[in-house]
């Protein structure tokens, strides 16, 4: 088994709802979801464009994950994220073929979608997250 598509780009900003204003104006984007993933220390907005979706996340604290990009990189691109059909599924497989996980198992995302991460090492500089899409 493999990725279906791709499931969503997430973008890494210091605010949200300006940006997300700017989305709607200048891109037609509405706003499909919004919340706090705590685990993951977030806030984060997804926004569909099209047939497209776009996951806007605003760290919680300097010292979570997106805030440590934030202060390393500044805001943009943080991960693409890949719909699969069962996200355990494909970490054993990316596992076997020698992929670095971050995620050994799955987790819960935005939406309550099962959710993993792999390595950016793995994948030339791109953090992938894999995404049981429930479609």
């Known amino acids: 088994m493999a990725a279906k598509g791709i499931h969503h780009v997430g973008v890494a900003v210091a605010e949200l709802d300006d940006l ?9 984007a509405k706003v499909e979801h919004r ?6 220390g977030v ?13 806007l996340l605003r760290p919680l604290a300097p010292d979570t994950p997106v805030g440590k990009f934030l202060a ?5 691109m943080h991960h693409v994220a890949f719909a699969v059909d069962d996200v355990a599924e494909e970490l054993a497989r990316v596992a076997a073929a020698g992929a670095t996980l971050i995620d050994e198992k799955p987790r819960v995302g935005l939406f309550g979608l099962q959710v993993a991460f792999i390595h950016p090492d793995t994948t030339g500089g791109v953090l992938a997250e894999f995404v049981s899409d429930g479609e």
């Open 20 to 28: 997300v204003r700017t989305w709607e104006t200048l891109l037609g």
């Open 35 to 40: 919340a706090t993933v705590e685990d993951q």
């Open 43 to 55: 806030e984060a907005v997804s926004i569909r464009v099209g047939t497209g979706r776009i996951e």
């Open 72 to 76: 390393k990189r500044g805001p943009g």
